[in-house]
């Protein structure tokens, strides 16, 4: 089944931690993308790749870091700068940046103990 | 002044009825209009797209843009308890989704 597999479903961080979401997609697209979703707001997005090795910031970048090695995978860091990390975090892709359907992965629950 | 607002809900309608859910934005340049599904501790589903103004049906779905009014509306019809969720409007001016703009989801449960 093609799709986008999110892992783990949930996390926890201490304070000064640095913490990893792992995002893979069987779908053969080029772009992917980070949002993060609080209750009451919208989707806002953190980080989103065209192509392997590049990236660019989104709206909310400060105090996350993405890498892409592989066109399959886009794993985001929440890093101890990230001040208020408990949010739901979504993973999508989509054909190309000139698509702008997005398939979305199930989610990463990431919250502070 | 959110760019684009959306009724948190909840909407609770008996199963059957019609459905009406709608988002206004205040950016007259959005071109291209998204309706997705998510359902709880779940990743959004695309619904409906559309582009510029008109109507487009797809099943029990209808989705509405009016941009003289800047409202698009998504319509559900035989309302069914597997369709309650949240449903996100989306917006944006190119066909880019790294320029999408979401509303905050309109919660809808649909009751036997």
């Known amino acids: 089944d093609g799709g986008i597999t999110q892992s783990p479903k949930y996390l926890f961080r201490k304070e000064g931690q640095n913490v990893t979401l792992s995002c893979e997609q069987n779908l053969n697209h080029d772009a992917m993308y980070w949002y993060r979703q609080d209750p009451g707001q919208g989707l806002r997005l953190i980080y989103y790749?065209?192509?392997?090795?590049?990236?660019q910031k989104g709206d909310i970048a400060e105090g996350y870091s993405v890498s892409r090695e592989k066109k399959e995978s886009f794993p985001l860091t929440v890093t101890s700068a990230q001040k208020n990390p408990t949010a739901f975090y979504l993973c999508?892709?989509?054909?190309?940046?000139?698509?702008?359907?997005?398939?979305f992965g199930s989610g990463t629950q990431l919250s502070v103990l | 002044q959110k760019e684009v607002e959306q009724d948190p809900g909840p909407l609770s309608v008996p199963e059957g009825a019609i459905v009406s859910l709608n988002c206004t934005y205040s950016?007259?340049?959005?071109?291209?209009f998204m309706w997705y599904r998510q359902y709880s501790r779940k990743g959004p589903e695309l619904l409906m797209y559309t582009y510029s103004s008109g109507n487009k049906e797809d099943g029990r779905f209808t989705a509405q843009v009016d941009k003289s009014s800047k409202y698009i509306s998504l319509f559900i019809r035989d309302s069914q308890p597997s369709d309650s969720a949240t449903y996100l409007c989306a917006m944006s001016k190119t066909g880019t989704a790294s320029k999408l703009t979401f509303g905050t989801g309109t919660r809808l449960q649909v009751t036997l």
């Open positions: 950016n007259s340049a959005f071109q291209y």
């Open positions: 999508a892709s989509s054909m190309g940046t000139g698509d702008e359907k997005l398939f």
């Open positions: 790749s065209q192509i392997v090795n590049d990236f």
